[in-house]
């Protein structure tokens, strides 16, 4: 005997596969892992800016690259057991670039979409948890529909926190810059 696992909308009773009833545009309650992905993925680079990947790089960055900025006192010594000091301390100089990378980059990302981006609006479809632990809970990425150039397509948008804080068909909106994202925080599409 065969067990048919096919879930209905809730409203409509319509046989669906995704988030969001195709007939009636109401949340199903398909959980976004085992829903069908209806459209293309957009590559989405987040230009989120928060504790962990601006402040927290930037610490790393300014200390152990304060360590590397004496690689030129210690080359003024004239001795021949110069090298291995000269490669410890470039190791830690090396850390404290990649770590300004880091901490960096989503400023830039921010500052190019705040001056040459536009604005769009997006409909969230459901949540996914993602590979990032916050205190021992998954971060999570929201599933969004946006309208392109190409038609409609979705960005797994990473949220960079626990919480799934838009109802699922709400509208929110976006700002974009080729693509790269950044999803303003306003106090009206969060709920408790």
């Known amino acids: 005997m065969r067990v048919n696992n096919v879930k209905h909308c809730h409203n409509c009773g319509a046989p669906v596969t995704s988030e969001i009833c195709p007939?009636?545009?109401?949340?199903t309650g398909l959980d976004t892992r085992f829903a069908d992905m209806e459209y293309e993925v957009i590559d989405c680079r987040e230009a989120n800016m928060n504790f962990w990947n601006v402040i927290?790089?930037?610490?790393?960055?300014?200390?152990?690259g304060s360590v590397g900025l004496f690689i030129p006192f210690v080359l003024m010594i004239d001795d021949a057991e110069v090298l291995p000091i000269v490669l410890f301390l470039g190791m830690f100089g090396l850390i404290g670039l990649v770590a300004f990378i880091i901490g960096i980059t989503p400023v830039i990302r921010h500052l190019m979409i705040k001056y040459r981006g536009r604005d769009i609006e997006a409909t969230v479809y459901g949540y996914m948890d993602d590979n990032i632990l916050l205190n021992g809970a998954p971060a999570q990425i929201v599933k969004l529909l946006v309208n392109t150039d190409e038609g409609p397509k979705f960005i797994l948008y990473q949220l960079g926190d626990t919480k799934q804080p838009f109802k699922i068909n709400s509208k929110i909106n976006l700002?974009?810059?080729?693509?790269?994202?950044?999803?303003?925080?306003?106090?009206?599409?969060?709920?408790n």
Request: charged share 20%.
């Open 175 to 191: 700002q974009v810059y080729k693509d790269m994202f950044y999803m303003p925080k306003k106090k009206k599409y969060y709920f």
């Open 56 to 64: 927290f790089p930037m610490i790393f960055a300014f200390s152990f």
């Open 23 to 27: 007939y009636c545009n109401a949340a």
